[in-house]
């Protein structure tokens, strides 16, 4: 491709809309354009797919990519076909497809048709497709998700280890891009070596996200409630909520149906199907949270999670780092706000204490480290990215103000003589103690322990008497970050005096501790000015434009975001294109994107327009039965989990006369809905046997009717309830 002299803007433009490479893109691109092995290390929604799908799309020849997971390939391959007019500018490679569409795949391969083959390593390995793409013309090899090569990453795959010997059957002098969200230098230096490239050109960015806004509450007994409100606080913005458990994802997801908030549960322990469907329902916006365990999100590359919560405070600050990483990808606002308490901290301790010790003492390392970030009064964004050797200036640099420590700075107060206090209270107890007995010997407080070892005899015991128990268990966690104290490995939890440690007792320095979390529960509001992205859009528009995205995506069974993102739709209500041409001047929108999908968008601006911004009635409609599908779908989801009517009506702010009155607009049209778990409650065997008979029999299913034959044997309710479960059974 050398020679050739390419305008990239313009090809950037031509197939993505957009106008500006984001970070190093141009530099990767041209490198890879060049033929020459690359490595891109860029943060999660950093837009690494651009820079291997750019040039695969300019290229001669069809470029490999080869992703771990289906669901990602999928995703990249429906985006891709959404900006060409050509289907076949993509595929999938795997397993599933029948023998017509392998066909299909090699014929567009081998006409030329295809720039982009996506496959998965255990399909690469097959003696068939090695075979095959060793006869056609190959522009280059893309390895996404790179870190899976390596053991020291998260999400090790040993598939990834034969890509090396793969690569070299299919062809000599394949240049081989690199691309993944993993910064440690150990994974970097097992990814080069293990791919042959250690003379890769090497693209390394930097891993802040300006438009995420970090905030750690504490974590009380009330944590579900604050995550309603905070959830309600942003209804119909996408959020997925983190938890460590199953059955806390679980609970949690039922609980926020219940209190009439659109979500759904995903756990590996939920079968495929499930999965499957719940993960549609988000990314179609059937719901807007997904209450998760971390088993979700590798798989998702939806742009608009507007938050992340952690119900649970992760086990490492690169999951923390990763995770929260799926707010904002389209660069728009995202909220990443997790709960924290010392105790889940002991919890994920003890349940390490089976491993062998190697792998505890990288794991309590990882801990002591997420202990850090949640209790520190420094700015968050700085402590992330320091964690990932890169400095950051909060005066200078970019979303300097977007966390909760640098809103509203922690109060902290001098305890040099405490510290000294807890330090010398450990070496004098010879560092046998672990924290709590540690706190009960400041604090004059015998137990069983403290009295066999005579501790209580001691001069110092009960230096720390003027200080509740909070405020040296905390002083305690403040020293172990540190660094004065260690904790014992091989007998967990025991305290250990480090170098520092004694040293510091006898030259005691200022030391300021961090007062327990006392930010102003108020910082909801810091968002707002977080809030770049969509200023100056007509909101109004803006609505409809949505609510025809989810039309357009529906029909063609695709994700909204894959027809247009939020960003073009905020572009498009700030600019109201009403021809397919100058739709293309939208940022995000490509001709071939614009001709696509365009036609219906700008005819429904074109109309917005010429009515002077007056809302027609038309638009109203379409809107309203969007809000009522949503109720209708929260009966259906709700009843299928056998929730009380009740509960599900008072959640919905609906008295049960006008709920009964959903219900039967939804049997009525033909969906049923089994309410047996309900009505055997109320009816005993006899009296639906009764009812049934009646309504097989009667002329009108009119209650009116019904309650003169019964005389007021039965309530309204009664047979209304009982009607419903008669027309689910009989009549659809
Ligand atoms: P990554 O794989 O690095 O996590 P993606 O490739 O999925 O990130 O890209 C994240 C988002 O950034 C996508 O929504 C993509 O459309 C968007 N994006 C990529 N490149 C650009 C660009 N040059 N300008 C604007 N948006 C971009
Ligand atoms: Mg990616």
Same mark, same amino acid.
């Given at each position: 491709m050398g020679t050739r002299q390419i305008d990239l803007h313009e090809e950037l433009k031509r197939y993505f809309g957009f106008s500006q490479f984001k970070g190093l893109q141009e530099e990767v691109i041209r490198s890879i354009v060049g033929g020459n092995h690359s490595f891109v290390i860029m943060p999660t929604g950093g837009g690494k797919s651009l820079c291997y799908q750019l040039p695969a799309l300019i290229a001669e020849g069809t470029a490999i990519v080869v992703s771990p997971l289906i669901a990602l390939m999928k995703n990249q391959v429906d985006a891709l076909r959404g900006i060409s007019q050509e289907e076949g500018i993509a595929h999938v490679l795997n397993s599933s497809l029948t023998k017509g569409e392998i066909k299909k795949v090699k014929e567009d391969i081998t006409n030329g048709v295809t720039k982009l083959l996506y496959v998965a390593p255990e399909s690469l390995t097959k003696e068939e497709n090695v075979e095959f793409l060793r006869g056609v013309t190959v522009s280059f090899l893309a390895i996404d998700e790179a870190h899976c090569i390596s053991e020291w990453g998260h999400d090790f795959r040993p598939e990834y280890r034969n890509l090396r010997k793969i690569i070299g059957r299919i062809g000599d002098n394949i240049p081989i891009i690199a691309v993944t969200a993993t910064a440690t230098p150990k994974v970097q230096e097992d990814i080069l070596k293990n791919l042959g490239i250690t003379d890769a050109n090497t693209f390394k960015a930097s891993f802040n996200r300006p438009n995420l806004y970090y905030e750690v509450r504490p974590k009380t007994a009330q944590v579900d409630a604050d995550i309603i409100r905070f959830v309600k606080q942003n209804e119909g913005k996408s959020g997925i909520i983190y938890c460590l458990a199953r059955k806390r994802v679980e609970e949690l997801a039922q609980t926020l149906q219940v209190n009439g908030l659109k979500a759904v549960p995903y756990h590996a322990g939920l079968d495929a199907k499930t999965r499957v469907r719940h993960q549609d329902m988000f990314l179609m916006e059937d719901v807007d949270v997904v209450v998760a365990t971390i088993a979700f999100g590798m798989g998702i590359d939806k742009p608009d999670v507007r938050f992340v919560i952690h119900h649970d405070i992760p086990k490492s600050i690169e999951s923390y780092y990763q995770e929260t990483g799926?707010? @904002?990808?389209?660069g728009g606002e995202g909220h990443c706000l997790a709960f924290y308490a010392y105790k889940d901290i002991e919890k994920l301790e003890k349940f390490m204490s089976g491993k062998p010790v190697a792998e505890q003492e990288i794991g309590h390392a990882l801990l002591q480290e997420v202990v850090a970030f949640a209790e520190t009064s420094m700015s968050r964004r700085k402590f992330i990215l320091h964690y990932f050797g890169e400095e950051f200036d909060n005066a200078t640099g970019e979303g300097g103000m977007l966390d909760d420590n640098m809103r509203n700075p922690k109060k902290q107060h001098e305890a040099k003589e405490e510290l000294v206090k807890v330090l010398s209270v450990i070496r004098d107890t010879n560092e046998i103690y672990k924290s709590k007995e540690i706190v009960l010997t400041l604090r004059g407080k015998e137990n069983a322990i403290i009295s066999s070892h005579k501790t209580?005899?001691?001069?110092?015991? @009960?230096? @720390?008497?003027?200080?509740?128990k909070e405020y040296w268990f905390a002083l305690i966690r403040q020293a172990l970050v540190a660094g004065y104290i260690k904790k014992d490995i091989e007998t967990y939890g025991v305290v250990k005096m480090t170098p520092q440690g004694l040293d510091y007792i006898e030259n005691p320095v200022s030391f300021m501790m961090t007062d327990d979390h006392v930010f102003d529960a108020n910082t909801d509001n810091a968002i707002v000015s977080a809030q770049k992205a969509g200023a100056g859009a007509d909101k109004k528009l803006l609505e409809m434009l949505k609510d025809l995205r989810k039309k357009v995506a529906k029909k063609l069974d695709v994700p909204p975001f894959v027809v247009f993102q939020d960003p073009s739709l905020e572009d498009m209500s700030i600019k109201y294109p009403v021809s397919v041409e100058e739709l293309g001047?939208?940022?995000?929108? @490509?001709d071939g994107k614009a001709k696509k999908y365009g036609k219906e968008f700008v005819a429904l601006i074109d109309r917005y327009v010429s009515d002077n911004e007056i809302l027609r009635p038309d638009d109203l409609v379409v809107k309203s039965t969007g809000a009522n599908s949503g109720l209708k779908l929260y009966i259906i989801q709700n009843v299928d989990r056998k929730l009380p009517l009740d509960d599900l009506a008072s959640a919905k702010g609906k008295d049960m006369a006008d709920f009964i009155k959903e219900m039967e607009a939804i049997v009525f049209s033909g969906t049923r809905l089994n309410i047996d778990y309900w009505i055997n409650d109320i009816l005993d065997e006899d009296q639906q046997e009764e009812l049934h008979d009646y309504f097989m029999e009667a002329e009108t299913d009119k209650i009116e009717v019904a309650m003169e034959e019964f005389d007021g044997d039965y309530e309204d309710e009664e047979l209304r309830l009982y009607r419903i479960k008669f027309m689910s059974e009989v009549a659809n």
């Amino acid at each position: 491709m050398g020679t050739r002299q390419i305008d990239l803007h313009e090809e950037l433009k031509r197939y993505f809309g957009f106008s500006q490479f984001k970070g190093l893109q141009e530099e990767v691109i041209r490198s890879i354009v060049g033929g020459n092995h690359s490595f891109v290390i860029m943060p999660t929604g950093g837009g690494k797919s651009l820079c291997y799908q750019l040039p695969a799309l300019i290229a001669e020849g069809t470029a490999i990519v080869v992703s771990p997971l289906i669901a990602l390939m999928k995703n990249q391959v429906d985006a891709l076909r959404g900006i060409s007019q050509e289907e076949g500018i993509a595929h999938v490679l795997n397993s599933s497809l029948t023998k017509g569409e392998i066909k299909k795949v090699k014929e567009d391969i081998t006409n030329g048709v295809t720039k982009l083959l996506y496959v998965a390593p255990e399909s690469l390995t097959k003696e068939e497709n090695v075979e095959f793409l060793r006869g056609v013309t190959v522009s280059f090899l893309a390895i996404d998700e790179a870190h899976c090569i390596s053991e020291w990453g998260h999400d090790f795959r040993p598939e990834y280890r034969n890509l090396r010997k793969i690569i070299g059957r299919i062809g000599d002098n394949i240049p081989i891009i690199a691309v993944t969200a993993t910064a440690t230098p150990k994974v970097q230096e097992d990814i080069l070596k293990n791919l042959g490239i250690t003379d890769a050109n090497t693209f390394k960015a930097s891993f802040n996200r300006p438009n995420l806004y970090y905030e750690v509450r504490p974590k009380t007994a009330q944590v579900d409630a604050d995550i309603i409100r905070f959830v309600k606080q942003n209804e119909g913005k996408s959020g997925i909520i983190y938890c460590l458990a199953r059955k806390r994802v679980e609970e949690l997801a039922q609980t926020l149906q219940v209190n009439g908030l659109k979500a759904v549960p995903y756990h590996a322990g939920l079968d495929a199907k499930t999965r499957v469907r719940h993960q549609d329902m988000f990314l179609m916006e059937d719901v807007d949270v997904v209450v998760a365990t971390i088993a979700f999100g590798m798989g998702i590359d939806k742009p608009d999670v507007r938050f992340v919560i952690h119900h649970d405070i992760p086990k490492s600050i690169e999951s923390y780092y990763q995770e929260t990483g799926r707010a @904002g990808r389209d660069g728009g606002e995202g909220h990443c706000l997790a709960f924290y308490a010392y105790k889940d901290i002991e919890k994920l301790e003890k349940f390490m204490s089976g491993k062998p010790v190697a792998e505890q003492e990288i794991g309590h390392a990882l801990l002591q480290e997420v202990v850090a970030f949640a209790e520190t009064s420094m700015s968050r964004r700085k402590f992330i990215l320091h964690y990932f050797g890169e400095e950051f200036d909060n005066a200078t640099g970019e979303g300097g103000m977007l966390d909760d420590n640098m809103r509203n700075p922690k109060k902290q107060h001098e305890a040099k003589e405490e510290l000294v206090k807890v330090l010398s209270v450990i070496r004098d107890t010879n560092e046998i103690y672990k924290s709590k007995e540690i706190v009960l010997t400041l604090r004059g407080k015998e137990n069983a322990i403290i009295s066999s070892h005579k501790t209580h005899e001691q001069p110092f015991f @009960g230096i @720390g008497h003027d200080q509740k128990k909070e405020y040296w268990f905390a002083l305690i966690r403040q020293a172990l970050v540190a660094g004065y104290i260690k904790k014992d490995i091989e007998t967990y939890g025991v305290v250990k005096m480090t170098p520092q440690g004694l040293d510091y007792i006898e030259n005691p320095v200022s030391f300021m501790m961090t007062d327990d979390h006392v930010f102003d529960a108020n910082t909801d509001n810091a968002i707002v000015s977080a809030q770049k992205a969509g200023a100056g859009a007509d909101k109004k528009l803006l609505e409809m434009l949505k609510d025809l995205r989810k039309k357009v995506a529906k029909k063609l069974d695709v994700p909204p975001f894959v027809v247009f993102q939020d960003p073009s739709l905020e572009d498009m209500s700030i600019k109201y294109p009403v021809s397919v041409e100058e739709l293309g001047n939208v940022h995000g929108v @490509g001709d071939g994107k614009a001709k696509k999908y365009g036609k219906e968008f700008v005819a429904l601006i074109d109309r917005y327009v010429s009515d002077n911004e007056i809302l027609r009635p038309d638009d109203l409609v379409v809107k309203s039965t969007g809000a009522n599908s949503g109720l209708k779908l929260y009966i259906i989801q709700n009843v299928d989990r056998k929730l009380p009517l009740d509960d599900l009506a008072s959640a919905k702010g609906k008295d049960m006369a006008d709920f009964i009155k959903e219900m039967e607009a939804i049997v009525f049209s033909g969906t049923r809905l089994n309410i047996d778990y309900w009505i055997n409650d109320i009816l005993d065997e006899d009296q639906q046997e009764e009812l049934h008979d009646y309504f097989m029999e009667a002329e009108t299913d009119k209650i009116e009717v019904a309650m003169e034959e019964f005389d007021g044997d039965y309530e309204d309710e009664e047979l209304r309830l009982y009607r419903i479960k008669f027309m689910s059974e009989v009549a659809n």
